[in-house]
């Protein structure tokens, strides 16, 4: 079955920091993988996608996420946050049975 | 970006009742809606996903006379859970997809709804 694993279950920046989450997926296919963001109460919105073409795909609010087959990973990034990040940040891929799979999720806390 | 909304936001029912929670895509026609429960810290865990006018299908371990999922239209699915128990206080989000067309893998997310069982 796949599975998608976040490394970090909480990180903790300053604001101007670079940030880095790890996401690894387990299917060897063709893949589907999405990142989402859960600001305090607030719902999941959608940060950025990707199905196919350039691997490197930019999102909304300065985000960005490198897919890269051979590691089978989907790691977000921003060069530098702000205290507005703040929030949940699951990772997800779109499963053979038409299914979202998530992550066990990120808590990212930016000091201001 | 298209809507999905949740109602109620917050409920608190007695131990043995149940409780019906409505999602509702707003301008968009959901062909399929997902139901997750959120548990604190945690990730979202898939329950069932129903396709409009047929039954849904359950997550393993999801029990489906507790959790009854309907979908009667394009635009509305309801959770109803049944009997309640302490246990199943968690905070359930839906999410609907409009199968058809360019965004077809497009997923929305509802605002969750925060049900606490006395």
């Known amino acids: 079955a796949q599975s998608v694993s976040q490394h970090n279950h909480h990180v903790i920046l300053s604001e101007a920091a670079s940030l880095e989450l790890g996401c690894n997926y387990s299917?060897?296919?063709?893949?589907?993988l999405f990142w989402y963001v859960q600001y305090p109460g607030q719902h999941l919105q959608l940060l950025l996608k990707?199905?196919?073409?350039?691997?490197l795909v930019k999102g909304i609010k300065g985000f960005e996420a490198e897919f890269i087959k051979s590691k089978f990973s989907f790691n977000l990034r921003k060069p530098s946050v702000q205290w507005s990040d703040t929030a949940e940040y699951f990772c997800a891929v779109w499963s053979k049975g038409g299914k979202l799979i998530f992550g066990q999720g990120t808590e990212l806390s930016v000091k201001p | 970006g298209a809507v999905v909304s949740q109602h109620p936001s917050r409920v608190i029912c007695k131990s043995g009742t149940s409780v019906k929670i409505e999602c509702r895509s707003l301008d968009f026609q959901a062909t399929t809606m997902f139901w997750y429960r959120q548990f604190p810290k945690q990730s979202l865990m898939l329950m069932a996903t129903?396709?409009?006018?047929?039954?849904?299908?359950?997550e393993q371990g999801v029990e489906k006379d507790k959790f009854l999922i309907n979908h009667a239209s394009l635009t509305l699915s309801t959770l109803t859970v049944t009997s309640a128990h302490p246990e199943d206080s968690s905070f359930y989000i839906c999410?609907?997809?409009?199968?058809?067309?360019?965004?077809?893998?497009?997923?929305?997310f509802g605002p969750g709804t925060r049900l606490t069982v006395t």
């Open positions: 999410s609907a997809r409009d199968g058809r067309g360019l965004f077809a893998y497009e997923q929305y």
């Open positions: 990707y199905f196919s073409g350039d691997p």
């Open positions: 299917y060897g296919g063709t893949v589907n």
């Open positions: 129903s396709n409009e006018g047929s039954k849904a299908t359950y």
